[in-house]
């Protein structure tokens, strides 16, 4: 279904379904694309269900969509929208299933030429590893006692139980633990399926890419970050597994009998959500910090690994080998922030569902060491052309609620991928392309075809373009583990 309604010009790279167009609307909802991206962008149900998010009570502001914004459920992926801290609902469909699934970045001191004759080794380490795929299981299993301990303390658990080094929390959002997590309010179920699965990458568009600093654009920000052109980099795409997928699930049947007790109209049932201050919207809210906190433990464990392969392959200590860690954004989650809402400073719950946080310098959640110049913003694009590190700018906070995109964001379907690529020519173009695959599915391959994807490049032209997220690097793979 295409949009149809109204979709006015703001300016170059933003566009407005004005307040009405919708019946329900309490505000606009706002786009961000080229021109050229709207064709594409109004072929799905993406605007129209930003126009819906537009309806949610307690909302604030516009109802935001980044560039790389398609349909999902509810809220559309790529979707931004904040509410009253005090009146506003929270919506588990402005989370998603995948709670803080998120990108992490690991820099090394190694060189491109270091990898020459090792890279298939590498690859090799990193694949056995770090368990990957559909219903994949950690090497560590996990006892009852220490699940709860994971949802409650996150990447604080696994560094101080090993996976790590102190300095990793310094870099990663939130210090890889929200403190609202309540672990009572997660079902056994929620913990059955995360128990076995801590410390996997999962499938779909999961991955895990060796790369290398191909371009510099910021040399401040990519000195701070400790990007070099010609460096090898790790970056990580996971959330929080079966468990994450579980609390989302068990609480939107929990809104779903919410809004039908209470009797609140919504223009799409899967936008179904609770006050804050109710016990179910509460509830949701610490649960939900529980899945965060799972999945920073996650991608906290795979990093350990990922430093345990380097050892391997290079002889050398992780430490020796430079792989610190540049930065840990979620793109699938909701926080308790201050913003400024029409010219006052308030109380927001903002959900991001396909967003990252692009805080700008001087922010006093930017981490200590990235301060002067603002946080890191990981933008992966597809498999055969890498990732993106932005910096934040002050646009974010006067735009879109301290967001910025959080991928090159799906063009086409998985079922219309499945109906029309071979993963033999997937596996052919990656390999003239000089990329090596590790991947255990030929179907997941062919659904995350590079060709699935809309033009990264396009997509963050719009966010630098529009003020929301400054250009400092392009990293471009080397070797690539899909699920």
Not at 112 to 120: N, V
Not at 161 to 175: A, K, Q, R, S, Y
Not at 370 to 380: K, L, S
Not at 448 to 461: G, N, R
Request: hydrophobic residues 35%; negative net charge; proline residues 4%.
């Amino acid at each position: 279904m295409s949009w149809k309604g109204d979709l006015e010009r703001v300016d170059d790279y933003r566009w407005r379904v004005p307040r009405g167009a919708v019946p329900c609307m309490r505000t606009d909802a706002v786009i961000f694309a080229s021109e050229s991206m709207l064709p594409s962008i109004s072929e799905d149900n993406s605007l129209l269900q930003a126009a819906n998010v537009a309806c949610l009570p307690g909302i604030v502001g516009s109802s935001v969509a980044m560039p790389d914004v398609h349909w999902g459920y509810g809220f559309p992926i790529g979707g931004v929208a904040a509410v009253d801290a005090v009146t506003g609902h929270i919506s588990p469909g402005g989370i998603g299933f995948d709670i803080n699934c998120g990108v992490r970045l690991i820099r090394t001191d190694l060189r491109e030429e270091d990898l020459k004759g090792r890279l298939d080794p590498l690859m090799d380490a990193l694949y056995a590893n770090i368990p990957s795929g559909l219903g994949s299981k950690g090497l560590k299993r996990l006892s009852r006692d220490q699940i709860d301990d994971v949802l409650e303390n996150g990447s604080r658990w696994a560094v101080e139980n090993g996976f790590g080094w102190d300095d990793d929390l310094d870099v990663t959002e939130n210090g890889g633990r929200m403190e609202s997590a309540d672990p009572s309010k997660v079902s056994d179920k929620a913990k059955e399926r995360g128990i076995p699965q801590l410390g996997s990458l999962g499938s779909g568009n999961h991955f895990l890419e060796v790369d290398v600093v191909d371009e510099v654009f910021g040399e401040e920000a990519a000195e701070a970050f400790g990007l070099e052109k010609g460096t090898v980099t790790v970056t990580v795409h996971c959330g929080s597994r079966g468990c994450g997928h579980q609390i989302a699930t068990d609480y939107i049947r929990e809104m779903e009998r919410y809004i039908k007790k209470h009797d609140i109209s919504l223009p799409d049932p899967q936008l179904a959500c609770a006050p804050l201050d109710s016990e179910e919207g509460a509830d949701y809210f610490a649960a939900m910090s529980c899945g965060a906190n799972y999945a920073w433990a996650n991608r906290q464990m795979i990093t350990h690994w990922i430093r345990e392969s380097f050892e391997k392959v290079f002889r050398s200590s992780a430490g020796d080998l430079g792989m610190s860690m540049v930065y840990d954004v979620a793109h699938n989650i909701a926080k308790k922030e201050r913003h400024n809402v029409d010219g006052r400073e308030m109380d927001v719950l903002v959900h991001r569902k396909g967003a990252t946080r692009a805080f700008p310098a001087g922010h006093p959640d930017v981490p200590e060491r990235y301060r002067a110049v603002g946080q890191p913003v990981i933008v992966p694009g597809d498999m055969s052309v890498g990732t993106y590190v932005l910096v934040g700018l002050q646009g974010s906070m006067d735009l879109s609620f301290g967001s910025s995109c959080h991928g090159a964001g799906r063009r086409m379907s998985r079922k219309a991928a499945l109906r029309s690529i071979r993963a033999s020519e997937v596996k052919a173009d990656l390999k003239k392309d000089g990329i090596m695959l590790r991947s255990g599915s030929d179907g997941g391959l062919v659904e995350e075809a590079p060709e699935t994807y809309k033009d990264v490049e396009e997509v963050v032209s719009v966010v630098s373009g529009s003020g929301l997220a400054g250009r400092v690097a392009r990293l471009r793979p080397l070797g690539v583990i899909k699920g």
